[in-house]
């Protein structure tokens, strides 16, 4: 993938060069200048605008105008950054913390690059709005309208952006259709979300992990490295069904270079099992733990099973029960799977059942019940009971 000169760090890839390029586009007639005029407004009024801007500012219009695309790319830089801390905020459901005086800063900065038609700040505009306007009087509405002008001036992420928002709102044939557009443009998360609709099945588009398959490889080829792995998942259920153009090893390993913590975990089971690879344990190992330091739920779960000695696995020689309660603890807290926070607080259960530990455990069964265990309940009983008959013990001593 091509690196563009920008400071700015994309939500899923860095843009291409031509995507870069096109983002930062504005038409000059919306300009506004100095004196408050507007450069259209002076065409239409019939004034050689060049001579006007070099009269009153002493500078020429060609000046004025690079001038005020790198004031706006510097603006638009900005509001991704702290896009990265408002989503992380909401994540967290720690919305309080975002600063509403910092919100509206952003938002009129925004506005005023925005109304000068430049094509990033619309999209930035969109999304602010989308995903923290209900935190200082706006709506998802708002930002939608914003989104949709920045589609229109051909923003790169505008599509996928619309996909998504009609993803969320479960209006599948709206999604497909923004998704479909963002795939004509060569928007790799467009054609992404494209085929995780045809490989989960959604609404109108039916199930078909063979067109999955091939989309997934276009989005791979575009530089989606969330794609590449989802093809190595496809080839593993079935080699015969899903070539791929490289070795899954191979492919993996591009997608660890972009830091994806999923190729990390499908590379070490890999490992693990001795699957298309050599049998290396302790590169599995390796691996399940740095993928686990990203926060990859699933890898927090694995990295308690390794350590866990009631787990029998192969790797016997990495238990260690403060470990295990360690790796346990974290993926329990981990807000990004459910099925991982309840498989680890009965695991949690278990390590408090043979510990002794019996109320700790009861907390831990019950806290899996509220993710979804149907066992919970009655490993919680049990362990009130026994917690009770070594309080009776105890006191008979």
Request: charged share 25%.
């Amino acid at each position: 993938m091509s690196q563009s000169s920008s400071p700015r760090i994309p939500r899923w890839l860095r843009e291409q060069s031509e995507q870069h390029k096109q983002n930062r586009t504005f038409n000059s007639d919306y300009l506004i200048l100095p004196d408050g005029n507007s450069v259209g407004d002076l065409r239409r009024g019939g004034t050689d605008v060049d001579s006007y801007c070099i009269d009153r500012f002493e500078i020429s219009l060609d000046h004025l105008i690079e001038d005020a695309r790198q004031r706006f790319e510097f603006v638009t830089d900005a509001a991704v950054y702290l896009f990265g801390g408002i989503m992380a905020a909401i994540k967290l459901g720690e919305p309080g913390i975002l600063l509403k005086d910092r919100l509206q800063m952003v938002e009129r900065d925004l506005l005023a690059c925005a109304q000068q038609d430049y094509a990033d700040a619309k999209m930035q505009l969109g999304l602010l709005y989308s995903s923290a306007g209900k935190y200082f009087g706006h709506t998802e509405e708002e930002g939608l309208a914003w989104m949709l002008r920045a589609f229109n001036s051909n923003h790169s992420d505008a599509p996928s952006e619309l996909g998504n928002y009609y993803l969320c709102k479960e209006r599948w044939d709206k999604a497909a259709s923004f998704l479909r557009k963002g795939d004509k443009r060569k928007c790799a998360m467009s054609t992404f979300r494209l085929a995780q609709m045809y490989h989960q099945g959604a609404g109108p588009i039916e199930q078909s992990t063979q067109k999955a398959f091939k989309l997934y490889g276009q989005a791979s080829m575009r530089g989606y490295p969330e794609a590449t792995v989802e093809m190595v998942e496809l080839f593993l259920t079935d080699p015969q069904a899903f070539p791929l153009p490289a070795t899954p090893e191979e492919l993996l390993h591009e997608a660890i270079k972009d830091g994806l913590p999923k190729a990390m975990f499908w590379l070490a089971d890999m490992f693990e099992n001795g699957q298309h690879v050599q049998q290396d344990l302790n590169e599995a190992a390796r691996l399940y733990k740095q993928a686990a330091d990203l926060g990859l739920a699933a890898a927090e779960l694995k990295m308690g099973n390794i350590h866990d000695e009631s787990h029998h696995d192969a790797f016997t020689s990495n238990k260690d029960v403060k470990q295990a309660i360690y790796w346990y603890e974290r993926a329990a807290k981990n807000p990004e799977n459910d099925e991982v926070r309840k498989r680890a607080f009965l695991a949690l259960g278990d390590i408090g059942m043979r510990t002794e530990r019996y109320e700790q455990a009861r907390d831990w069964f019950l806290n899996a019940v509220h993710f979804g265990s149907v066992t919970g309940h009655r490993l919680a009983a049990q362990a009130a009971h026994l917690h009770n008959a070594q309080q009776r013990s105890s006191g008979d001593k």
